[in-house]
């Protein structure tokens, strides 16, 4: 008898192995190479920044755990993942839901949001004196200006827009954004544009000390009082100073995972997480697993902090 329970033991396990194989393999060519999204942004099978809006880690693979989230929100950072964002509808935007991830309410001065467009979604105006940054995440969105001039926006492409610029962002079939705005902080004789443009337009630049390689998606000019940088690190590589400073970080995750230190908490992320960094708090990261991390990250900058 027992010997013949240890044998059905051995076979179960053997089976389990077989298939836990065979899901290995399943998973691998559903969420296709991730490595792919990466190098060939073209892939129908995975486009670019897919593991956004489809984390590796899928919320309904967590539904089968009560209360369960990553998510947490202290008084100078929070990480907000995808399985607790909670989508309304957008004030004065038409077909379209928001989920904000950072807001004042947080002791942030900017706000942070995804919005999904629907289909022949329109979006509604800034408040008044409000500046905007919107970032595609998926599909595409018809941008046009005052000068009437309608532009495609595709995913990995951005738009600028300063206070009180009148604009519209429309999908036809649906398009997911992330969107930053804040009250923008006027200086005397510096007036900022329209920026339009996209991720792999914008120059790699110097990052002495540090291995990451950084993109900038406004300038750096005094008109402009903050930023929005693309960060990729190869995984196993990491930051080099463990940062303290007065800017705030709004920052998603776009590709990737690691580990995030915010104070002394440290957060396992990837793809779809969202984080606000107070004034102050100490960050760091380190990039792991097997394809590179790519994340967009909100910085005030410019300003006399008194
Ligand atoms: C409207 O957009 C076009 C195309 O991006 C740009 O050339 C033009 O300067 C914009 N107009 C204003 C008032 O910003």
Redesign the pocket.
Known sequence: MQSLSATHAKSLLLLSTILCTLNLVVTEQGFCSAISSVTDSNSNCNPLYSKVINPTLNPSHLQDLPGFTRSVYKSDHALITPESHVFSPLPDWSNTLGAYLVSPAMGAHFVMYIAKMQESAKSGCPPKDVERFVFVLQGSVT???????G?TLMVDSF?YL?PN?E?LFESYESATLVVFERRYAYLENHVP??I?GSTDQQPLLDTPGEVFELRKLLPTSLPYDFNIHIMDFQPGEFLNVKEVHYNQHGLLLLEGQGIYRLGDSWYPVQAGDAIWMAPFVPQWYAALGKIPTRYLLYKDVNRNPL
């Not at 941008?143 to 001039?149: C, D, I, K, L, M």
Request: charged letters at 5%; a negative charge; glycine letters at 6%.
């Open positions: 941008f046009t200006n005052v000068s009437g001039v532009q738009a300063p610029s604009h544009e329209q339009v």
